[in-house]
């Protein structure tokens, strides 16, 4: 089992900047990518970003390329996904969750965290 927490969210203007949290415990850390992905009202959830277990391969939806990065630190057992640029359609509850494989495939991943929630005003 892994548990997965996330925090950082909140309230921010267009052009601001965030820096969102996934906290793990449990099976070892570097075993699992970990992947963002969000939900918007009204719509489906969909891949951000994802970064491998030793944190040397990357990946962006398109959407957020050059806007946003993904880092870990599998000491802390902490992924961060620093936004910035942030525009009104990034307005989203935020995820995260943990696999043993790389995919961009929400079904993937067998751990979740709760969310939190990322609101870009204009």
């Known amino acids: 089992q892994v548990q997965l927490v996330e925090s950082g969210g909140g309230l921010v203007q267009a052009g601001g900047s965030l820096r969102l949290s996934c906290a793990a415990s449990g099976r070892t850390f570097s075993d699992y990518a970990v992947a963002w992905f969000r939900q918007a009202p009204g719509k489906e959830r969909e891949f951000v970003a994802r970064?491998?277990?030793?944190?040397?391969?990357?990946r962006f939806a398109d959407s957020v390329k050059g806007r946003f990065t993904i880092s870990r630190d599998n000491a802390k057992s902490t992924v961060y996904l620093q936004m910035s640029s942030l525009k009104p359609e990034d307005t989203a509850v935020y995820y995260c969750?943990?696999?043993?494989?790389?995919?961009?495939?929400?079904?993937?991943?067998?751990?979740w965290g709760q969310g939190t929630q990322v609101t870009v005003s204009s």
């Open positions: 970064v491998s277990g030793h944190g040397v391969y990357t």
């Open positions: 969750a943990a696999a043993r494989i790389n995919s961009n495939n929400a079904a993937e991943y067998d751990y």
